[in-house]
């Protein structure tokens, strides 16, 4: 500042200088702050850019392809614990919106495939797992079009619907092919230990407590393949695509359960999960009378369900067995299971759900009737199901090839039965009876 700055510096008060300094610097200090603002929108947008074109809502030179989902509650931890929710992370899900239905979707695929219409909605998984454009016309032949993430996540609410047994199991999201499971290592509670080895004393003031140590064990979840096909005539697609999106959503809704139940009722634990049939913590209750079921063995059996698990445990019988207890008296001579014939069937037993399954042994086997809280079965979801078209497979037979796949793995939680506090019969939430 000059002299005469100074002079009219020093006949100023003090709130005046202030205010004379402020105006000086803040456009110097208004440059600085939007020099470090725009730096920081910049970046923003950069990565909103990057991320959007990821999702494939915009190309590479930020061109809309197609507007953004409100996703809400519609994230990926959500689809995790949801199997058949609608996954915004998923790779299909670059395509939604793009096809007013599956089987706007399935005819384009057979145009594709046929060497028609090139459909630039389309995207094609190539043998190595990639997904690219369809650029060079025969990606088809190899993995198939990628089905959008809105259509697979509607055909497997379908099939999730179908089932019975798959809501009643403990759900575990899979963040690896193989995870471990920690669980309470509780097989004897006549020593006067819980939860694997956790003691209880009525003490006196001062008294001292006895050390005592739980112990655990791991149940092992490694995620098995579960694959779909079927097969589509592609004169029923060109004809009549609404025809063929009905078809193919009700053959792979009613698949999906199929296969599911069956695996957790009897699978082996070999390349597939392993059933309540062949859980290690499965209780055989003696039957009365060969080939048939009554009234004794349904009490007998109850009387080893796990206490606790009393109030969500389900019965699970052969068909045939349902004549058996349709014809169930009490001493007394009245009817269990249907007491007014003019009625239809409660379909419970003792209180509780009964569930008919093929998949359980026929009439007279062992485990043709079982007891389960399925509460106590784990069931891990690594990779929700994923679907692929082709019409190339066999072309020759003028066929378009769908394909799915599904990975996870389900296993009892616990690993053996229960001797219980008072030392009597050992008790169980897998509870069947002997042949």
């Not at 590479?60 to 409100?70: D, F, Q, S, T």
């Not at 008296?329 to 003019?342: C, H, I, K, N």
């Not at 020759?396 to 799915?404: H, K, L, S, Y």
């Amino acid at each position: 500042m000059g002299d005469t700055d100074t002079m009219e510096r020093t006949q100023m008060s003090g709130e005046e200088l202030a205010a004379a300094i402020a105006e000086r610097l803040m456009p110097r200090l208004d440059a600085k702050v939007e020099e470090r603002t725009s730096g920081i929108r910049e970046l923003v947008a950069a990565q909103v850019q990057e991320r959007l074109q990821v999702m494939g809502v915009v190309d590479a030179e930020g061109h809309i392809l197609r507007p953004p989902k409100e996703q809400g509650d519609r994230n990926s931890m959500t689809a995790m614990l949801k199997p058949e929710a609608y996954n915004p992370e998923a790779i299909g899900a670059q395509l939604d919106g793009q096809f007013s239905s599956f089987g706007d979707f399935l005819r384009a695929t057979v145009r594709a495939g046929i060497g028609g219409h090139r459909d630039p909605r389309l995207k094609f998984i190539t043998e190595k797992g990639d997904v690219r454009a369809d650029l060079s016309g025969n990606e088809l032949a190899t993995g198939g079009a990628l089905v959008p993430e809105e259509f697979r996540a509607q055909l497997l609410t379908l099939g999730l619907e179908a089932s019975r047994i798959r809501p009643l199991c403990m759900r575990i999201p899979m963040g690896s092919s193989s995870i471990r499971i920690p669980a309470v290592k509780d097989d004897d509670r006549s020593a006067g230990s819980v939860f694997g080895g956790v003691r209880g004393y009525w003490t006196a003031a001062g008294g001292t407590i006895n050390e005592s140590e739980p112990a655990f064990a791991q149940v092992g979840l490694n995620a098995k393949g579960l694959k779909f096909y079927t097969e589509l005539e592609n004169e029923l697609i060109a004809d009549s695509f609404t025809s063929a999106e009905a078809l193919v959503v009700a053959m792979i809704g009613m698949a999906e359960p199929w296969f599911f139940d069956q695996a957790v009722i009897g699978g082996s634990g070999t390349g597939e999960p392993l059933g309540v049939t062949n859980a290690a913590a499965r209780i055989g209750v003696t039957r009365g009378t060969s080939n048939e079921v009554n009234l004794v063995d349904v009490a007998n059996m109850y009387a080893r369900m796990l206490p606790s698990s009393l109030g969500r445990a389900v019965w699970i019988i052969s068909p045939a067995v349902l004549a058996q207890l349709m014809m169930l008296e009490s001493t007394a001579g009245a009817q269990v299971f249907w007491p007014d014939l003019t009625q239809g069937l409660r379909m419970r037993l003792g209180g509780n759900p009964v569930i008919i399954s093929e998949h359980v042994p026929d009439l007279g086997s062992a485990n043709d009737i079982m007891f389960v809280d399925f509460g106590f079965y784990l069931v891990g979801d690594r990779q929700a199901l994923s679907l692929a078209t082709s019409p190339h497979f066999k072309f020759q037979n003028d066929i378009t090839a769908v394909r799915g796949v599904e990975r996870l793995d389900g296993q009892p939680w616990v690993q053996s039965a229960l001797t219980p506090a008072n030392g009597g019969d050992t008790l169980s939430p897998i509870v069947g009876l002997a042949a």
